[in-house]
């Protein structure tokens, strides 16, 4: 049995059920509570997002973010001054602010105003976007040998083949692994990087009708005038941009939960993408592994680094 049949058995009613498809004579209500409790409750979830910093790697049009304690805007008085630092000690809270030089930066959401005048904002985009059914394409080893390797058709078709045809509104996801290589900023802005190619985006789009796509460089491809983000922009597409860990993610059977910043009119949004695979499968955390409520503590105060960002601190 292939994994993705096995995959599709468990995820797809939980699937079915949340996009109201399933038959019961149960509440909408106590659907959803159902499917939850039944499937996604014990489910594996696999974050394949970077936290954004400011050391990483970024187009160098843009430059880098800053992080830095935010500083009170007006005087509270017998609480707090203007341009004083909030701080655990005096306020009882801290807070941060960002410098953020670009809405194209880390993990990503690319909306087609990004490249089109006419195109939607990140702002615009709808609820739907939030739950997909996500299919991972592996190229990584094709990469190793030529690291310009770029998706083709055939690529999208050797992975029918094994998995069967590519769900409509479906995510489609690249792996390459090149996100191994965020943490080395030299070689992770190496050219050529892996590329998506714009025969593979049209057939994607135009044949399978996806939702977007997504990769792990920074850009869709390394052609002089970027066809295909230039394609994709102007037909009024999507895409992701900067994603991690699709080496962690079954190829096919699994969800992703899209979640993104809302800036009104942004051309760009931060966004945080995960993937939800079956109990048995071999990465990821379940609820009861992470339940997030209360959250575990860190092992030392938090302080900030000399980049602004805090972290546990040894005293």
Not at 65 to 72: L, M, P, Y
Not at 77 to 84: C, S
Not at 173 to 184: A, E, G, I, L, T
Not at 233 to 258: C, R
Request: hydrophobic residues 40%.
């Amino acid at each position: 049995m292939h994994i993705s049949k096995k995959l599709a058995g468990v995820l797809l009613p939980a699937f079915l059920a949340v996009s109201g498809c399933a038959q019961t004579s149960q509440t909408n209500q106590t659907d959803l509570w159902s499917a939850y409790n039944t499937t996604f409750k014990n489910a594996k979830y696999i974050d394949l997002t970077h936290a954004f910093a400011p050391v990483q790697p970024v187009w160098p049009g843009f430059g880098n973010a800053k992080f830095k304690a935010a500083t009170a805007g007006q005087k509270i008085d017998g609480y707090v001054d203007v341009g004083q630092e909030f701080t655990y000690e005096k306020h009882g809270f801290v807070a941060t602010a960002y410098d953020l030089p670009t809405d194209q930066y880390g993990t990503q959401l690319d909306p087609p105003a990004h490249w089109n005048p006419l195109g939607a904002t990140i702002s615009d985009l709808p609820a739907t976007y939030s739950l997909r059914p996500l299919v991972v394409i592996n190229i990584a080893d094709k990469v190793a040998k030529d690291q310009g390797y770029f998706l083709h058709v055939s690529d999208i078709e050797e992975w029918e083949k094994k998995h069967g045809q590519i769900p409509e509104g479906s995510v489609v996801m690249v792996r390459s692994d090149w996100y191994k290589r965020w943490d080395n900023i030299k070689s992770f802005n190496e050219t050529p990087f892996p590329g998506v190619g714009l025969e593979a985006l049209k057939f994607l789009h135009l044949k399978r009708h996806i939702l977007f796509h997504g990769h792990e460089p920074l850009d869709t491809d390394a052609t002089p005038d970027l066809e295909g983000e230039y394609w994709l922009m102007h037909n009024n597409f999507t895409q992701a941009e900067g994603v991690a860990n699709l080496d962690k993610v079954p190829e096919s059977g699994a969800l992703i939960s899209i979640g993104f910043a809302k800036p009104l009119g942004g051309t760009g949004g931060y966004a945080r993408y995960v993937a939800i695979a079956p109990a048995d499968w071999k990465y990821g955390v379940t609820i009861a592994d992470a339940p997030g409520a209360p959250l575990p503590e860190q092992a030392w105060p938090l302080k900030r680094d000399e980049n602004g960002v805090m972290r546990p601190t040894q005293e």
